[in-house]
């Protein structure tokens, strides 16, 4: 069916994204010697939106989601035998699966959701604030090394950057007085300090702009 090849394609780059290995890696959560924040604060805590991609960003207490809405268009001709429509709903008969769905004429229209957890307090993720600015530091299983981004909200904009461009390793670079090898990831442990110098350089130069609803 049509829609479950879209369904998989977008949770597929959904976990392609969230599990995209970063090119920097983190020693310990930043910024050093940091006090850990408990919960996002109540400023932070809603709904935002992206018109860029039509994601909305969620925000609670401690969880930070994505919220994905795709909608699918497919013709009642190309059900295969397996699929009956009942009322407003599409059920696959050999399984538990079914589709709210709108008949009109031949054709069947559906949306779909789709969730992606971004940031998770409740299990080993850990955010810091620092400077005016939260950062997100994530647990990369594969190495126990951190992946770090930068989030700040300022008159109902928010933004997510990341450390993705060459930029932002040469700042890294001349901030820690370190140097680049060829294995991927740059692998660093900055001082409270030195990390400070890279936001001031404007480090983590790459991210996604929601705006709060």
Sequence with gaps: MKAKIIIFNLIFCL?????????????VPQPENVKEQKAFPNKLIGTYYNSENDTELIIREYLIFKRVLTKDTLKI????????IKNDTLYKIDSDEKYKVVTINDS?????????????????????????????????????????????????????NRIETENDIRLLENSTNSKKDTIKPFIVKPTKKQFKEFIKKNGFSTG??????
Aim: proline share 1%; glycine share 4%; with cysteine.
């Design 15 to 27: 976990f392609i994204t969230s599990c995209k290995e970063p090119i920097v890696s983190f020693e």
């Design 208 to 213: 996604e702009i929601y705006i709060k609803q």
């Design 77 to 84: 001709s190309e059900l295969s035998t397996n699929e009956i």
């Design 108 to 160: 069947l229209f559906s949306n779909y959701v789709l969730f992606d957890t971004v940031f998770n307090l409740k299990k080993t993720d850990v955010l810091k604030k620092f400077k005016g600015y939260y950062f997100l530091n994530k647990t990369i299983k594969k190495t126990g090394f951190w992946q770090v981004q930068k989030l700040n909200l300022t008159k109902g904009v928010l933004c997510i």
